[in-house]
């Protein structure tokens, strides 16, 4: 659908799935299954803000719709950036929402909705270029045991770090790492996943197998996804202190192969943190390898306020006339909340890229 | 003269110390984790860890386990959190923050007092709790935390 510069990407998937989810979510919550046990029992989290007889709404953790099980939230982001090359610009970026059905043990199920670019204002134009509703997520989440749980759907690709918390409330900075946006593999993979953890020794052991053999339900036009992809990673650590993991994927598109490496290391302290991640691809697919690393730290100088350092290089495709880059960013957070943010940094490079230019980045991103 | 000065200065970081040592001591007292008195059997804090980031969800028979919390302001989930995670309570919300939107997941259930743990716990075969007193014997203790270093413990149904 097109209305002049206002573009909507509704694909009929979305549509159906848009329409078809609440009612199963609904249908889902009045099953009664008496050999399971909710893992919901009483409250969940902190004391709700709202309530209005079995609905509860919780600042960060959503709305959940009493016994039925389900739970509307999401998140928000608002962004404003400053440029030498493109001057100011003034962006409500995004409004997700999440529909998570909650209610037994051995099966969740989530759907992450997305409106995109929903309106933007700069020195020549203000209104919604570029707007769109997409069906981000779409999965089910099925516990066989600990050990072995299956996914099916569409959910995040698992690959190093960040791509697991690609909603900025998670985040520390406005902007990701360059190897975050660069095309290394797509953020979502359709198909399955299976997936599980272990104790062993102090930590957990995780691990996840997963495969992508369908379309994916994203609607975006600018997505080239691969036809096939197989990938394997391996994380161990407290789930809390730190975790260090290792990454594989293999994707074939028009059978030709591309291989991605990654490792991913975060250690967790309570003035700080440090997150470093580097990725190697190479393959039929590509030119050349390409490859890119971020090293970020985090300082909790004054609790809510904290000081934020990220060292990035990437090495991109030679022959595609970009050259290396080396990016440095910092910033500072104001977290009144742990899932709110308000974020303002200054980006700088060595070199100009193309699309990622130097500058000053501000947002305010939160939760509901 | 420069020796009695360093004798005074070390007397002083050792009265503070001291001080300091005796405010833990006293504000501090050891976390019971507690169970049904049928799923009395000794946990590792590492097991415990797991059972209270969700990432184990089932007792070795094949239940789901039912973790319970207490209120992020009081003084023994904020122990509990020290002693297991090695955060706080406000900083395990950045964990939850990333289950909450990688997976759907939730933080465990939170209870309002210590008698409600204390009574949930009774009633429930599948859950688990922790508190500062174990109460009078109708859930059973399975792990000390913070006296010293970590004590399984077992409790009635042994």
Known sequence: MSFGTFKLWIGPRARLLAATLPLFLLIGGTVHAADEVSTAPVEIGESPLLTAGPIEYRPGRGLRLGPTGAVIGGFTNIKAEHSKEDGGEFAVDKLNFFLIFDRYTRFRAVAEL????????DKEHAGSRDFAFDVRRLFGDFVLYDELRVRAGTFLTEVGYWNLILAEPLTWTTEAPLIIEESFFQATTTGLMLHGSRAVGVGQIGYSLSSQFLKPLENDPDLDP????????????????????????AAD?????????????????????????????????LDSSQWGAYLQGVFAFHPPFYLVGRYEHFEPVSGEGEPALNIFTAGWVY????????????????????DDPEGLFASFTTFF | MLGKRSMIVRALVLAAVLMRSSQLWAGESPVHVIVHPTRASSLTVGEVRAIFLKQRLFWSDGQPIVPVNRAADSEVRERFSQLVFGRSSRQMAT?????????????PATLASEEAVLRYVAVNANAIGY???????????VLLLGDSEPTRTRGPGD
């Open chain 2, 95 to 107: 964990y939850w923050n990333r289950r909450y939107f990688d997976a759907g997941e939730f933080p």
């Open chain 1, 114 to 121: 997305q409106l995109k670019d929903i309106f933007a204002a």
């Open chain 1, 253 to 285: 598109t028009d059978d030709q192969w591309t291989h991605l490496g990654g490792l991913h290391a975060q250690w967790q302290h309570e003035r700080g943190e440090l997150l470093g991640e580097f990725l190697y691809q190479d393959g039929d697919g």
């Open chain 1, 335 to 354: 977290k009144p909340f742990p899932f709110m943010a308000l974020k303002i940094e200054y980006r700088f490079c060595d070199k100009e890229p193309e």
């Open chain 2, 131 to 141: 508190v500062a007193q174990t109460g009078n014997g109708d859930v059973a203790a």
């Open chain 1, 226 to 249: 691969p036809d096939y992809t197989g990938g394997a990673r391996l994380e161990y650590g407290t789930g809390t202190a730190w975790s260090v993991g290792a990454s594989y994927q």
